[in-house]
């Protein structure tokens, strides 16, 4: 099982930018799959998440900036980031686990499926 991120990049504040995970030795369908970044010097944070069933969540910090979606057909998890701050400036992973319960998505140790994550660095 192999999740790959992807889309990183440098952009200015107030720019966007897409991420993309593909997933490889599981199938999508089955599994709820989130985002979380870590800052330097900061704790991994949850950002959004998506359900089996298409049901969105996001943190606080991200919510009407950024948008979760899935491609099942194409195994693929996407992040479109709006309106970027210089505070989103992080390295995103996407994560998945076979044993998350929608109650528990925002919780990093319910993962055990890591992407190796994608850099994003946003300028002021």
């Known amino acids: 099982v192999q999740l790959q991120a992807s889309g990183g990049g440098l952009v200015q504040a107030g720019g966007s930018l897409r991420l993309s995970c593909v997933a490889s030795?599981?199938?999508?369908?089955?599994?709820?799959m989130a985002w979380f970044r870590q800052a330097p010097g900061k704790e991994r944070e949850f950002v959004a998440a998506i359900t089996r069933s298409f049901s969105n969540h996001y943190s606080d910090s991200v919510k009407g900036r950024f948008t979760i979606s899935r491609d099942n057909a194409k195994s693929t998890v996407y992040l479109e980031m709006n309106s970027l701050k210089p505070e989103d400036t992080a390295v995103y992973y996407c994560?998945?686990?076979?044993?998350?319960?929608?109650?528990?998505?925002?919780?990093?140790?319910?993962?055990?499926?890591w992407g190796q994550g994608t850099l994003v660095t946003v300028s002021s």
């Open positions: 994560a998945t686990s076979a044993r998350l319960i929608t109650s528990s998505l925002r919780l990093k140790n319910q993962y055990d499926i």
């Open positions: 030795g599981l199938t999508l369908s089955r599994y709820h």
